[in-house]
């Protein structure tokens, strides 16, 4: 699959089996703080910043999963880990589920946390576009004023979570958000694949995500051969960081069944 390159800017920690995180939309890398330092002691884990969030420059044009996911399979490659478990929130889960579809034999588990398969409905996917429109007139603000206070559940937003997510989406750039929005708006159903999924599966949601209901999860779960779905109480759409010690929990749990 040819893919125009990026370098990606990486967190990069630790020893053994590696662990790589992708973060979801319009986030970075640091939304996986807590991943990073509840397995670096244990795990290699690397956690990049996709094409145009984060450190990572943008790329012009549509940032499609399936260009994601090549990035991915080259920092991979250049940094020579082996088959890894690969995780991804949200967007993050999408691209992993293309990165599947093209590299199962680079895979070890997959970890899919506040995702789905299915693609945009058709005003799901204008709507994209016209916010993609809206994004290069104006900048990212109004993107990262739509999204951050939907990331997180209630309790989390009055404990003060709201400045950090919104510090995780500051470095987006605008072409990275208007390329991963035109990226999303065209992505493929994932769902035919999933039966298909041969690696340790853990599906990991919040109960109080309101961008990805958790019915969405359930579905993951049904339909991919051996998956484990674990539901996270009082916690919303960014699970991983909003609740890290029932996040890591269930993470290290599952861990102990990919070979
Ligand atoms: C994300 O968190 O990555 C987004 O909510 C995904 C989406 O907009 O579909």
Not at 127 to 148: D, F, L, N, S, Y
């Amino acid at each position: 699959m040819p893919t125009p390159g990026v370098i990606m800017a990486a967190t990069d920690e630790g020893k053994g089996l590696p662990l790589v995180f992708v973060h979801g939309f319009p986030l970075s890398r640091g939304a996986w703080r807590r991943q990073v330092e509840g397995f670096s002691a244990t795990h290699r884990v690397i956690a990049p910043d996709l094409r145009g969030f984060g450190d990572t420059p943008p790329v012009p044009g549509t940032s499609t999963m399936d260009r994601f996911a090549g990035d991915l399979h080259d920092l991979i490659q250049q940094r020579g880990t082996g088959p890894i478990v690969l995780a991804g929130h949200s967007m993050g889960g999408y691209i992993v589920l293309a990165f599947a579809r093209h590299y199962p034999e680079l895979l070890r588990g997959l970890v899919l946390v506040g995702t789905k398969a299915g693609p945009d409905t058709p005003e799901g996917a204008a709507g994209r576009r016209a916010t993609a429109e809206k994004v290069q007139a104006e900048g990212t603000a109004p993107v990262i004023e739509a999204m951050a206070p939907k990331m997180i559940g209630r309790p989390a937003t009055e404990a003060g979570l709201g400045a950090e997510v919104r510090g995780f989406m500051a470095s987006a750039s605008p072409q990275g958000v208007v390329g991963a929005l035109l990226g999303m708006a065209e992505r493929a159903d994932a769902t035919a694949g999933l039966a298909g999924i041969g690696v340790p599966t853990l599906v990991v949601t919040g109960d109080e995500d309101v961008l990805i209901p958790p019915a969405e999860s359930e579905k993951l779960a049904k339909a991919i051969p051996g998956a484990v779905l674990r539901i996270i109480p009082g916690a919303g759409h960014l699970v991983a960081h909003e609740k890290p010690r029932e996040f890591n929990l269930a993470l290290k749990e599952w861990l102990l069944t990919v070979r």
